[in-house]
């Protein structure tokens, strides 16, 4: 039981058009769009951002992007600015995403100039952070990611601070169905709002949200969500079907 909001995120990744958005988000609003006990944000792909945001208007759902870039407008092919998401009514962001990281090649440094554009325009960060298989296995879990929280909130001001959200990803329990117990979970999530404390102030760290990610079900999620420092889910998989999407947030509901 704490005084923050639990909070569930869908980040649908490169799934969905934008018809089968609609039709995923109008079940999801159905559900659950009347509810305001957890907060709810679905991440659709780009494409799928304009007409999901009109399938939520009205209801308690909001609107996240996957990624964007730091600009505002100007010669990068391909990318898409907070302005830009604004426009359409997105109030979050992901950042940092471990894909975004290894796939894509992002740095800390380019991370937090996303994260410093995002607070700039009014888009909440859902800053994501986290350690590969390897770095778990050598003992370097905690050392990983106290880099990437300092340096991808390099320069966050302290009045800005309590409106991020992060996201604690092992990258080894993204998509592979294994979990991170409890145990691991809870203690890596104790260790950030430690460094929330070190890095803003106490106050702060008590709001900031701090979500899992990595294999979260309808089944492991109310063991997780019970933790004192885990806030919500940030869910890949279970966020493309309405049932278990909607089953997490019941599981959060329980859990406040
Ligand atoms: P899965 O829930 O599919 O493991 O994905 C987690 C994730 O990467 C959410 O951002």
Known sequence: MSSRKKFIA?????????????????DIVLAVGKQSDVEVVVCPPFTAIESVAKAVEGSEVKLGAQNMHFEASGAFT?????????????????????ERRTIFGETDELVNKKVLAALKNQLRPIFCVGETLAERESGATLKVVQTQVERGLAGVGKDQAAGLILAYEPVWAIGTGKVATTEQAQEVHAFIRGLLTNL??????????????????????????????????????????ARSFVELVTAAIAAK
């Open 78 to 98: 391909g990318e898409v600015s907070a302005p830009m998401l604004r426009a359409l009514f997105a109030t979050h962001v992901i950042l940092g995403h471990s």
């Open 10 to 26: 869908g980040n649908w990744k490169m799934n969905k058009t934008s018809a089968d958005g609609v039709t995923l988000v109008h």
């Open 200 to 241: 803003f102030s106490d106050l702060v760290a008590q709001k900031v949200r701090i979500l899992y990610g990595g294999s979260m079900k309808p089944a492991n999620a109310p063991e997780l969500l019970a933790q004192k420092d885990i806030d919500g889910g940030l869910i890949g998989g279970a966020s493309l079907e």
